[in-house]
């Protein structure tokens, strides 16, 4: 499939189900009297901005530099060549085996989801390229069931790394995924985060570069496995990363939490990751990093 057919998707991921998100509390009410089609406010200044401006700019706040929500499809567009990206595993859909049921049933969320954001499960992989150098890339999207790890996920994304194995391309996966694994699956979606570590761990020996790409938020499973694996571990400035929601950790250690724990620079300044990358360098910064890594 190539980028221009993927749906757009703009609406931000609903959260307030997340058992890790979803407790945090909203910074910023929803202002009375601004139509909410043409203005949108940022979360972190609190500004209220127009909405096409932060489309043209990379959904990052033209007032404070905010990285705002942005989809799969939008994450491709920016980090691939023109026309270059190449679906991989397009076909692989969700299974209910459990035949889950929360506050609906899974196989219906499934459905619903699916039309919402035009992605089939929460992550996109395929292969492209990166200012001329080919490479292995995947894309989880928090807006689809938080962007949580079940089997679908798994699979493309164990997939996607045996592939850059065999082809012996630069891996680039780029996670926002807030849910971890995705309880809708059970075990099932706990598996997964062993088998594409595993994948991860054979790519490794094989002599690949991974080059793993944090963004807001990614927790759980995924910060647990996969997005935390990289060679080199990039994030974009100000994104939630951790396992437990700082709420959580808060409840269960009763301390009070360090500033700015848990986001980008704080996991920069504690050794977690290698660098803060803004998303309109984090193109440039790949290639140069495939070319550093002479790959
Ligand atoms: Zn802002």
Not at 24 to 30: L, N, Q
Request: net charge negative; with cysteine.
């Amino acid at each position: 499939m190539a980028t221009g057919e993927l749906k757009e998707n703009r609406d931000q991921p609903d959260n307030s189900d997340d058992p890790l998100l979803g407790d945090e509390p909203k910074k910023h009410r929803a202002k009375r009297g601004v139509p909410s089609g043409l203005w949108l406010r940022c979360d972190d200044c609190g500004e209220t901005v127009f909405r096409k401006t932060v489309a043209e700019n990379m959904s990052v706040c033209p007032v404070c530099g905010y990285h705002m929500y942005l989809s799969a499809a939008d994450r491709i567009r920016y980090l691939l060549d023109e026309g270059t990206f190449e679906e991989w595993d397009g076909n692989l859909m969700p299974a209910d085996p459990l035949e889950f049921f929360d506050k609906k049933a899974y196989a219906e969320r499934v459905v619903s989801e699916q039309k919402r954001t035009g992605l089939r499960d929460a992550a996109l992989t395929g292969t492209g390229m990166i200012r001329a150098r080919r490479v292995a890339v995947g894309v989880t999207d928090s807006a689809f069931i938080m962007g949580s790890m079940g089997s679908v996920v798994g699979e493309r994304l164990a997939r996607l790394i045996e592939r850059a194995t065999e082809q012996d391309l630069p891996l680039v996966i780029v996670s926002g995924s807030g849910g971890g694994a995705r309880m809708h699956e059970g075990i099932l979606s706990l598996m997964q985060m062993a088998k594409v570590s595993a994948a991860l761990a054979r790519y490794d020996e094989a002599g690949g570069l991974f080059i793993s790409v944090l963004t807001n938020p990614t927790m759980g499973g995924v910060a647990a496995s996969f997005a935390s694996l990289g060679d080199l571990v990039f994030a974009e400035p100000k994104a939630l990363i951790g396992f437990a929601g700082p709420r959580t950790i808060k409840a269960t250690i009763r301390l009070e939490l360090p500033e700015g724990f848990q986001r980008s620079e704080f996991l920069l300044a504690h050794g977690y990751i290698d660098r803060i990358v803004k998303r309109a360098d984090m193109k440039s910064e790949i290639a140069r990093t495939i070319d550093y890594c002479g790959k």
